[in-house]
C-alpha cells in the first residue's frame, strides 16, 4: 500500500518536503491501521508463544529473579510477568538456553516493543510535535519501513526458543512472509 502513496514535493520552512494528496488521506489511514494491527499481533505472539511454553514446560513452581531477590512463582503468576522479563529469565531458564539479552535478537524484540509500546499507548508527542519525536512515532516507523520487518523481528525472537518442529513451520511462515512458497522443493 505504501508504494502506491502519490506525493507532490512543496516547499516548507524546514526545507522541501513531500505532500500526499489529500485526496489518498483514507488510503494512509488504511495503510497504518493494517500496520498497528500487525505491530500489535506481531508482539501478542511473542508473548502468546511465552504462554504457551511456560504451560506446557513448567513443572511445578520455579524461582524468577525480581528486583533484588528471587520468587518462587507457579505458572499463572509467571504468565503476568511482562513480556520482556519472561524472555530473560523465564524462558532460559525453562529451556535450558542462554538468555537473548545482549545479542541481535534482544535488540529486535526491543525495537518491536518499543513501536508496540507507542501504537498502543499513543501519545502526544507521537501524533504531532516536534521532528525529533516524530521520528520515534509509529507512523514514522511505518512510512520508514514495512511493518512486514516487524513480524519479522517477532518470527526471530520465536525462533531464538524454537525445537526442531517449531523450527519447521517458522521456516513456512518465513517463507509467506518473503513471498516465497513454502511448499517449493529446493
Request: charge should be neutral.
Amino acid at each position: 500500500m505504501r508504494a502506491s502513496f502519490v506525493t507532490t514535493p512543496i516547499p516548507s520552512p524546514d526545507g522541501t518536503i513531500q505532500l500526499l494528496s489529500s485526496k489518498a488521506t483514507h488510503e494512509l489511514f488504511d495503510y497504518f491501521e493494517r500496520c498497528f494491527a500487525a505491530t500489535i499481533f506481531a508482539f501478542q505472539a511473542i508473548e502468546a508463544y511465552c504462554n504457551f511454553k511456560i504451560a506446557y514446560t513448567l513443572q511445578g513452581q520455579m524461582r524468577v529473579r525480581r528486583r533484588k531477590s528471587e520468587e518462587l512463582m507457579g505458572r499463572e503468576q509467571i504468565e503476568r510477568l511482562p513480556t520482556d522479563e519472561k524472555i530473560d529469565l523465564v524462558l532460559p531458564k525453562l529451556l535450558k538456553r542462554a538468555s537473548p539479552k545482549g545479542t541481535v535478537t534482544w535488540e529486535k524484540f526491543r525495537e518491536l516493543e518499543s513501536v508496540r509500546d507507542a501504537t498502543v499507548h499513543l501519545k502526544s508527542h507521537h501524533q504531532w510535535g516536534s521532528s525529533q519525536s516524530f521520528d520515534d512515532s509509529p507512523y514514522a516507523v511505518y512510512l520508514r519501513e514495512s511493518p512486514t520487518t516487524l513480524v519479522v523481528r517477532a518470527v526471530d525472537v520465536i525462533r531464538y526458543f524454537s525445537g526442531p518442529h517449531e523450527m519447521e513451520w517458522l521456516d513456512g511462515a518465513s517463507a509467506i512472509l518473503s513471498g516465497q512458497n513454502p511448499n517449493a522443493k529446493p
